[in-house]
Structure formats: C-alpha cells, structure tokens
C-alpha cells in the first residue's frame, strides 16, 4: 500500500524557517516525481513545487522562488521542503503528493504550517 | 499562468439523481504526446483530496464507474451518474501541463 506521511509543521515567526519531510513507501520511491501542494480555506490546492526521481530537476510557483527548496533522498525515501524567509501568506496544510501519470495520485495526509507572531 | 474556473461552486443533489461540475481552462491543455493533462479530484471531509479521474477522462484505480469525465476543447465535465452519500466533499479540477500547476476554485457536493 502506497503511504505518503508528512512531518515538520509547526508554528513559526514570520522571517523564520522550516522544513517539512514526506516519507513514502511500499513503492519504489526514487521511480517517481514528487510535488508539494499547499491548501488554505482562502486560496484553496495551491501547488509550490515539483521535483523529479533523481532531484536534478526542480521547479516552484513565483510565490516561493529564492525561498523554499524541494529536495529528495531517494535512499531514505523521503522528500523535504526547505521554507526560509517565512510570511503569514504561506500559512495552510501542506500536503506532498506522488505524480503518477501527470496526476496527483497518492497524497499524504497533510502538515499545518502557521507563521504568526 | 493556466487559469482554471470551476461552476457551479456548490450543489445539492438529492441521492440517486445525477450531478455534473465544469471546468474551464483559459487554454487548450494538449500535449503534443497526445494526452491532456486535465485532473479531477475529491477532497471528502477531514480527508486529503484523493484522484478521481486522470488525462481528461481516465478514472483512477478503485474509482466507482458513476464517476466520468470528458472533454471538449478547453471545456471539461465530470458527471457523477446516481450520487450517492459517500459522494460528499469538495471537487477540484487541475492543470498539470505546465507549471504553476493550477487548481480550479472547488465545487462543494452535498446531498439533500
């Protein structure tokens, strides 16, 4: 069974930073892309970022460029979102998904991120 | 940017009956290997959004056969043929042809 487990959300000062993991398993990790999809009740599914099976390839929505990271260790089978430099308008649930086809096929179950002072 | 704009934002179906959701993209979502990267997901509540149909109108694994999808241009459908209460939740539509990836504003299903 697919299983995506997000960790690492907190509540944070704006200017401050964070990182958030996904563990996946019972599949083969390192075969897929991977993205990180932020929801809030104001904007909704938000995409942030994408990266591909060896983490050579990266891409983010305008609103994170130069600030968040994705990253991946295929051999711990874990995605990462470095957040630095952190305002109220990243605040939501964060979800990681498996592309499948194009598609979000698996998501995890989500990782609330505050920043408030 | 791919605008995505979702109608109506809300229905109330009574059981059994059919219900139908669009979705407009504000450009053709073809790519040239022939797919469309056009997505339609269920967020049911308290839960993540889960797939429900894939390339415009594939349905994911495990997905009941009521649900469908088309397509017509830029112009995308998804009709549920007899809802049921399980069918509850919001719906959202999404472009993955090119990043920023984006979501329509969501379609909230209740049943009456």
């Known amino acids: 069974e697919v299983q995506l487990v997000e960790s690492g959300g907190a509540l944070v000062q704006p200017g401050g930073s964070l990182r958030l993991s996904c563990a996946g398993s019972g599949y083969t990790f390192s075969d897929y892309w991977m993205h990180w999809v932020r929801q809030t009740p104001e904007k909704g599914l938000v995409w942030v970022s994408r990266i591909n099976t060896d983490g050579s390839t990266t891409d983010y929505a305008d609103s994170v460029k130069g600030r968040f990271t994705i990253s991946r260790d295929n051999a711990k089978g874990t995605l990462y979102l470095q957040m630095n430099s952190l305002r109220a308008e990243d605040t939501g649930v964060y979800f990681c998904?498996?592309?499948?086809?194009?598609?979000?096929?698996?998501w995890g179950q989500g990782t609330l991120v505050t920043v408030s002072s | 940017e791919i605008v995505m704009t979702q109608s109506p934002l809300s229905l109330s179906v009574t059981p059994g009956e059919p219900a139908s959701i669009s979705c407009r993209s504000s450009q053709s979502l073809m790519h040239s290997i022939g797919h469309t990267f056009f997505d339609w997901y269920l967020q049911k509540p308290g839960q993540s959004p889960q797939l429900l149909i894939y390339?415009?109108?594939n349905r994911a694994s495990g997905v009941p056969d009521r649900f469908s999808g088309s397509e017509s241009g830029a112009d995308f459908t998804l009709k549920i043929s007899r809802v049921e209460a399980e069918d509850v939740g919001v719906y959202y539509c999404m472009q993955g042809l090119q990043t920023p990836y984006t979501f329509g504003q969501g379609t909230k299903l209740e049943i009456k």
């Open positions: 998904s498996r592309d499948t086809a194009g598609a979000h096929g698996y």
């Open positions: 390339w415009g109108s």
